[in-house]
């Protein structure tokens, strides 16, 4: 079922045998894991269903370190989470032939994309008529509240905007947050440690990261239509895969390199015909058409030139391919992995937020050895087009790679937050342990990419969720044989 924190009595108590913090797609993924159970399980959400302006005002925070708009615009508070955001083998089933690249310099791999990766509305229905799972929409998260000796979660303390509190008790407790949030909520937590709850060794917060995004200017084709065949997206069976060209795992090795892909952009200006048609044709789809005056102007767009779009057409339904302009500019967008760094951290803010709890301060910091990475990398692929007489890049352009100092403006963040709860077995040098438990805390645990080590060059979300499934079957476990918390309907929604 589904509730509003807003429909509750001041100070009501809500009891579960499993509560879950942050109803994103880790939230979701451990709530579904417990579907059917005899357990109970209370998933809190600070947002509503939907995206609300002034909910997403909680997401600000103070940044230190380099430029990072992420902590804001990469992060939502809604059932659904980020999810929400409106975003060889393969190419030899798909008719297509990949670039021959030098395996030892670059490789293709590909990147495959959900078919339903909105959970806030592909898990709606199935929360909401779920017996034994509770989903309260509304209930921001504000202090965990220990025993005195800071060993068990005795509950959790949660408060609307408009200011109504309530309380939420368990024997288990999972945080669900993403990277930056999950470590803000063990560090507010102060009430019997000033450090906050699991932050013995001073680790919370500490090694966060990102992944770093280079935007390469244009590159210059000498065989387009072969660089677009092998370099496009295309479908199988209803699925898109991107294609990634990722740098050669002995290159990477004898240079001593990070992990990096990137993808080849082919740019659709604003106002093309092909750029108007698919504005369309996703509103017919959604059904979300526009006013008729941007109507009219999408239509007259369109139509501009139907040589180009009948071509788009037959690529799509008949090619399986996405479609992409024959003409226009062509780019390169990398995803770096960033090394983990102690001195890259969230901290906490002097300014509170509307709930009163401090915000989150970022220090976003990368340095040398992705600043080679990338210069690497560029230089590699620019080398590789042109020795395939596909295209060619103009090393000039990528010259700020090579400035210690100037590079980093070159580099933007790219919301995958990372690391700040990182896994360890030992608690000196981690905050959780294999099993996404917080060390030292005996009922509290952690299904987040906050508990990532390292961050890799891959999205983080698969990784995330399959770490949210074991912590699931460790609770299933611990609670085979346990009696089921005693509460009814009425105490859980008075």
Known sequence: MIKDLHEFDAGACVKADICIIGAGAAGITVAREFLGSHLSVVLLEGGGLDNEAVIQQLNEGEVVGLPHAGIEKGRVRAFGGSTIIPYQALCARAGIEPLAFDPDKLYVECSRWSPSPNFGTTYRKELREARNISVILHANVTELVTNQAATTVERVEIKTLSGKRATARSRFYIICCGGIESARILLVSDRIDRNGVGNKHDLVGRYFQDHVHIWCDEIGTTNRKRLQNSCESFFIRGRKYAPLISLGHQLQAEKKLMRIHGTVIFWMESDSSVAAAKTLFRAVRGKTLPPLRELRHLLGNSLADPGELLGIAYRYYFQKRAGTPKRGRVFLAALCEMSPNPDSRITLSQVPDQLGIRRARIDWRIGELERRTASEYVRTVASELERLRVGSYDLNQAAVLEDEKAWVKLATDNNHHMGTTRMHESDKLGVVDSN???????????????????????????????????????????????????????????
């Open 436 to 494: 996404c438990q917080v060390h030292g805390i005996q009922n509290l645990y952690i299904g987040s990419s906050s508990v990532f080590p390292s961050s890799g060059s891959a999205y983080p979300t698969l990784t995330t969720l399959a770490l949210c499934i074991r912590v699931a079957d460790r609770l299933k476990n611990l609670l085979e044989v346990a009696k089921p918390m005693e509460f009814s309907s009425k105490e859980l929604f008075q």
